[in-house]
C-alpha cells in the first residue's frame, strides 16, 4: 500500500515548493556529521520544533535506510506495529519501505506485528520524513509504531529482537525514535522535568529514563520508543548519547506559562 500524508498543510507546509522553503531555513547541510547508531527527534509542527529537529538530523551521518520508532497517539491498531512493504508519500516524493530489514525484524520479533492501521493517521514518524527525503533523497524506512502504554520489559524485549533481527541482514542504517518532552506546563517546570529525562538518555539508562518519566510526571509522549531505542544501541554497541538541541514552543510563540519541550539527542 501508498501510506498518504495525513498532517501535511497542518504540521508542515502540504506543496513541494513551500516544503523545501521551509526546510531550507531548519536543515544545515554544511555542518560537521557525524557517524550515529540513533537520533532522536521531535514530532511537533515544525513551527515550533522544526529547528531542533532540523539542526539534530544535519550533524547525522544518514544511512541509506532509517529505522523510525514512532509513538501511538490514535490508539489505532497493534501496540507494536511494523509496515513491511509499500512506501509512504509525502510532499517530496515517495519514500519506499525496505522489505529486506522489515521483514527480519519482524521474522525476529516477539512483538512486533504486521499492521498498517496504526500508522494511517499517526503523525510521529510522518513528520521526520521531509528532513530525510531533503538531505537524502533515495532514502528508505522502516516504520514502527510503539504503544506509549509499553512497560520497560517490552522495550527491553523490543530493542533486543530489532537488534537481533538487523544483525542478520549485515546492511548499514541508523535507528531514530520520535518524541516530544513535556506539554502544556510553564517552561520553568517543562526544562526542570525534561533535563531528568535527558539525564537518563546521555546516561543510556532505559530504567532510568522509565523511573523518572514516571516518578515525576513528566508528559514525554515517546517514552517507550525512546527506551526501544536505547535498548536496540546498546545491543549493537552503542556507547554515549549526547543532546543536540533542546527548546520549547514558548520559543516561537511567546508563551511561557504553557509550553511543549523538543529535545534533539544522537547516540553513537
Not at 512506501?87 to 516524493?93: C, K, R
Not at 492501521?117 to 510503539?146: C, G, M, R, T, W
Amino acid at each position: 500500500m501508498i501510506r498518504q500524508p495525513f498532517v501535511a498543510g497542518q504540521f508542515y507546509p502540504q506543496t513541494e515548493a513551500s516544503l523545501r522553503k521551509m526546510l531550507s531555513g531548519l536543515v544545515d547541510p554544511d555542518l560537521e556529521r557525524q557517524e550515529a547508531v540513533g537520533v532522536i527527534m521531535p514530532h511537533a509542527g515544525y513551527v515550533y520544533s522544526g529547528y531542533v529537529a532540523g539542526i539534530t538530523i544535519s550533524k547525522v551521518e544518514i544511512k541509506k535506510t532509517v529505522i523510525i520508532l514512532g509513538t501511538n497517539h490514535t490508539g489505532n491498531g497493534e501496540r507494536f506495529s511494523i509496515m513491511t512493504s509499500g512506501s509512504w508519500m509525502t510532499p517530496l516524493g515517495e519514500v519506499k519501505i525496505d522489505s529486506e530489514i522489515a521483514s527480519s525484524l519482524l521474522k525476529e520479533g516477539h512483538l512486533l506485528k504486521e499492521d498498517s492501521l496504526a500508522h494511517l493517521q499517526e503523525h510521529s514518524i510522518e513528520v521526520e520524513l521531509p528532513f530525510l527525503q531533503y538531505l537524502k533523497n533515495d532514502i528508505k524506512i522502516v516504520p514502527i509504531s510503539v504503544s506509549p502504554m509499553a512497560g520497560l520489559s517490552e522495550c527491553r524485549k523490543l530493542g533486543e529482537d530489532i537488534a537481533n533481527g538487523f544483525k542478520k541482514i549485515g546492511r548499514e542504517c541508523i535507528f531514530m525514535a520520535s518524541t516530544d518532552m513535556t506539554h502544556y506546563e510553564s517552561e520553568e517546570a517543562a526544562k526542570t522535568k525534561d533535563a531528568l529525562a535527558i539525564d537518563a538518555v546521555v546516561g543510556m539508562d532505559e530504567e532510568k529514563l522509565f523511573n523518572a518519566v514516571k516518578k515525576n510526571d513528566i508528559s514525554m509522549c515517546g517514552l517507550p520508543a525512546v527506551c526501544s531505542l536505547i535498548s536496540v544501541c546498546k545491543n549493537l554497541g552503542a556507547k554515549k548519547a549526547g543532546l543536540v538541541k533542546y527548546q520549547t514552543s514558548g520559543d516561537t510563540s511567546g508563551d511561557y506559562s504553557s509550553v511543549v519541550g523538543y529535545a534533539g539527542m544522537i547516540i553513537w
